[in-house]
């Protein structure tokens, strides 16, 4: 069986940590070739060592031989980082940009053991030194252009979103957190699947969307808008509605997301019906999708995305949909509106494939077997 190896590395930002003293650890989110991610925190120094130890296993591609042959990139040394900060105009090389390169490189370098070795979770990632009672570590978040390179600098310090719990959640693996109803989390990234990573106190983990709100109000400009073309998934789990905008679906249904929103329930489209169902218990068509960026299944699903903040209705998605094909179907006819064999509309069409859909089997069956607590 092939090791699994780095496909995806980004700079998220770094902490002012004051214990045992002052110091920095920079934010990297890793994404394996296994579909999981994982936070890490690493000093610049260790990474620094990493990138020298990088060059000597690989000689010819760090130009020691012939420097026209080189394509590891570079990285500052790390009394010039600070140094860079303060010009930042004239610095060449930043972490962002060689966090991007250094993965982008040939295969023999990006996926060798070393590089895997180094960025692999550590007992102090998962479990980060307790938090220093007279003053709290300050967090710095890079933005999403800066973190895919295309500024060069880490963004003034910000202060992380904060949220409340609204429910209890049990952790199922090591990679999420146990919470309790009225916990404060701050969010350190959304993931647009629906699982968020978050900090309470000294615990940090993985834990749905759905069960936090903001205590500032909603925040709607984060979610995108809807995609009434839809975009084709495959559902992975059976889920049983239990609010009237929800929808009803067993595993291997194929449907349609219209609509995909930050807390974690999507609405999608399964012919003229629609409806929030759990992102988690979704995988895009033709492809294998873990459920979580921890690898593991929820089990106490809860249909609380109502609490969360005011949304548009089903009436107005399907509303929304039927005018969206029949505007497509209409551009689509109009340079044949003389011919016979004129296109048909869309809707139609999908109306009806929606009379050959078999019926489902009995939903209160297959959730008990499903063991879907709430």
């Avoid at 590395?9 to 002052?22: D, I, T």
């Avoid at 009225?182 to 000294?202: A, Y």
């Amino acid at each position: 069986m092939e090791d699994i190896y780095v496909r995806h590395l980004e700079l998220l930002g770094y902490e002012k940590r004051f214990f045992p003293s002052q110091h920095y650890v920079y934010m990297l989110m890793v994404k394996w070739s296994d579909l999981s991610e994982k936070l890490i925190y690493r000093t610049y120094p260790e990474i620094h060592t990493f990138h020298k130890s990088l060059k000597d296993m690989f000689p010819i591609e760090s130009g020691q031989i012939e420097k026209r042959d080189r394509i590891i990139p570079s990285l500052p040394a790390p009394r010039w980082l600070w140094e860079s900060e303060k010009s930042r105009e004239t610095t060449k090389s930043t972490l962002a940009e060689y966090c991007q390169k250094v993965i982008s490189l040939p295969p023999h370098i990006s996926r060798c053991k070393h590089l895997s070795n180094f960025f692999k979770v550590r007992p102090e990632d998962e479990n980060p030194p307790a938090p220093n009672t007279l003053k709290r570590a300050e967090t710095f978040l890079v933005s999403r252009d800066q973190a895919r390179g295309v500024a060069s600098e880490i963004s003034a310090p910000i202060i992380l979103d904060t949220y409340r719990v609204i429910a209890d959640f049990e952790k199922s693996t090591k990679y999420e957190i146990t919470l309790h109803t009225g916990d404060l989390v701050e969010i350190v990234e959304k993931n647009e699947n629906g699982w968020w990573f978050c900090q309470c106190e000294s615990k940090r983990g993985w834990i749905p969307a759905s069960y936090l709100e903001p205590l500032d109000g909603p925040d709607e400009a984060e979610d995108a808008e809807p995609n009434y073309e839809g975009d084709e998934h495959i559902t992975i789990q059976a889920y049983k509605a239990e609010q009237d905008d929800e929808i009803s679906l067993e595993v291997g249904e194929t449907v349609e997301v219209i609509h995909k929103l930050l807390d974690g329930w999507w609405v999608v489209r399964k012919g003229d019906e629609t409806g929030y169902f759990p992102s988690m218990f979704l995988s895009k068509a033709g492809k294998r999708e873990r459920l979580n960026p921890g690898g593991s299944t929820i089990r106490n699903a809860k249909s609380i995305h109502n609490k969360s903040r005011q949304r548009l209705s089903q009436d107005t998605y399907r509303r929304n949909s039927r005018r969206y094909f029949q505007q497509k179907g209409s551009r689509l006819s109009e340079p044949q509106r003389n011919s016979k064999n004129a296109a048909k509309s869309p809707l139609k069409e999908r109306k009806n494939q929606g009379k050959d859909h078999v019926s489902t089997t009995d939903l209160k069956s297959l959730k008990s077997s499903e063991s879907l607590t709430g």
